[in-house]
Structure formats: structure tokens, C-alpha cells
């Protein structure tokens, strides 16, 4: 199964800046995702990551806010823009490798606070 | 659009005791549901995967089942233990063909000693 890394692990951020997720994966996968969990809350798709080209956003969630790289089959970054404290959550990345009977795999998480 | 139902929200048994969390779903055109634990400030566990064809899976302790038709899932955990204490999250496919997930709320498990 792969093996997801993402940094930081957590932060504490001032409000009005801007923070880059790391998301490394140790073998080439075909899809990518990245969720944001806030408290007490379940997982929220923010976009699929296109290796190439530009994320698909869900509703609610935009490029200005929430820009997204994928430069390879291995790589994404997220970058949480203009932070605010309702930024404050846990955000994840997660890969599929587009075969019905392998499970998804979560990297541990970035737990982000905005004073 | 893809919602999933998990009851109970919480869960308070005694250590040893078997129990059962339910999952329900809307769109039952999924290829397979997973099963994750979370444990606090941590990320994400794959417990099982059922494909859509079959009924159940099983991994130790644990049980999965799935009936598409009455969009229901069922996850049971046999003599709990303490260290089973997490949420536990029912996940599928966000719609047909889909790779993207929609997540229950969970249910939070407490086993005590």
C-alpha cells in the first residue's frame, strides 16, 4: 500500500498569511485528493489534484483560497491563502490508485491553527 | 448527491462486549465502502474494503457487511478492547465511477476497562 508523507505535521499561523501543504507519496499514483476536517466535523473534499493541470474544486472551495500543485505522480502541495481562524482545521491528502478493490489511503494530516 | 448516515454518534461499552455500528447511503450505485478509524489528532486507518459484489469482509476482530440494495453497511467489532477506542468512519464513493469519497460523521467508540 502507498506510503503518504505530508508536512508540516501541524502549525500555528498568523492570520492574513499563507501556509504550503506538503503531500509526497512513495510510488506514482494515479489520483490525488486533498480534504480539510474541521472540528468535530467529518472530512470535507476541498479538490482532486490533476497532475498537469488545474485542480477540480468542489463547491465552495476556490483556486484564490486554496491553489493547488501537482507537478508529478508523486507530488501535491496545497496552500491555504489569507488564513483566517475558520482556516483552523485538520487538512489531508489521500490517494487512489483507480482500482475498484484497493482501499484509499490518508496521510496523517496537517492540524492548522490561526491565531 | 452521495450522503452517508452513521448511528450511533457515540458509543459507550464495556470492555469484551461485541457491538455493531450501522452506516447507511443514498446513492447505491458504488463500486465498493470503506471503513476507517481515527484515532484523536491523527489521520486516517483503512480497517476494510467491500467491493460491491461481495457481502462482507473480515479482518481479525472486525466484520464489515454490505447490502447495496437497502444501501446499508454494518461494522461489527467482537470483544472490544480498550485500544478499539476511536471514531469510526463509513466512507463511499461520491457518486457513480467515483473516486472521490463523502464521509459519514462517525462514531465515536468508547471501550471501557
Known amino acids: 500500500s502507498a506510503v503518504i508523507s505530508q508536512k508540516p505535521s501541524r502549525d500555528i499561523c498568523q492570520r492574513g498569511t499563507s501556509l504550503t501543504i506538503q503531500c509526497q507519496v512513495d510510488?506514482?499514483?494515479?489520483?490525488m485528493f486533498w480534504y480539510r476536517q474541521q472540528p468535530g466535523q467529518s472530512l470535507t473534499l476541498i479538490a482532486t489534484?490533476?497532475?498537469?493541470?488545474?485542480?477540480?474544486?468542489e463547491s465552495g472551495f476556490v483556486i484564490d483560497k486554496f491553489p493547488i500543485s501537482r507537478p508529478n505522480l508523486t507530488f501535491s502541495t496545497l496552500t491555504v491563502s489569507n488564513m483566517s481562524p475558520e482556516d483552523s482545521s485538520i487538512y489531508l491528502c489521500?490517494?487512489?490508485?483507480?482500482?475498484?478493490?484497493?482501499?484509499?489511503?490518508f496521510g496523517d494530516g496537517t492540524r492548522l491553527s490561526i491565531l | 448527491k452521495q450522503e452517508v448516515t452513521q448511528i450511533p454518534a457515540a458509543l459507550s461499552v464495556p470492555e469484551g462486549e461485541n457491538l455493531v455500528l450501522n452506516c447507511s447511503f443514498t446513492?447505491?450505485?458504488?463500486?465498493?465502502l470503506q471503513w476507517f478509524r481515527q484515532d484523536p489528532g491523527k489521520g486516517l486507518t483503512s480497517l476494510l474494503l467491500?467491493?460491491?459484489?461481495?457481502r462482507e469482509q473480515t479482518s481479525g476482530r472486525l466484520n464489515a457487511s454490505l447490502d447495496k440494495s437497502s444501501g446499508r453497511s454494518t461494522l461489527y467489532i467482537a470483544a472490544s478492547q480498550p485500544g478499539d477506542s476511536a471514531t469510526y468512519l463509513c466512507?463511499?464513493?461520491?457518486?457513480?465511477?467515483?473516486?472521490?469519497?463523502?464521509f459519514g460523521k462517525g462514531t465515536k467508540l468508547s471501550v471501557i476497562p
Open positions: 466512507v463511499c464513493p461520491s457518486g457513480a465511477g467515483s473516486y472521490q469519497l463523502t
Open positions: 446513492d447505491s450505485a458504488i463500486y465498493n
Open positions: 489534484a490533476n497532475q498537469g493541470s488545474e485542480a477540480t474544486y
Open positions: 489521500s490517494v487512489a490508485t483507480g482500482v475498484s478493490n484497493q482501499p484509499q489511503h
Open positions: 467491500i467491493q460491491s459484489s461481495q
Open positions: 510510488s506514482q499514483v494515479t489520483m
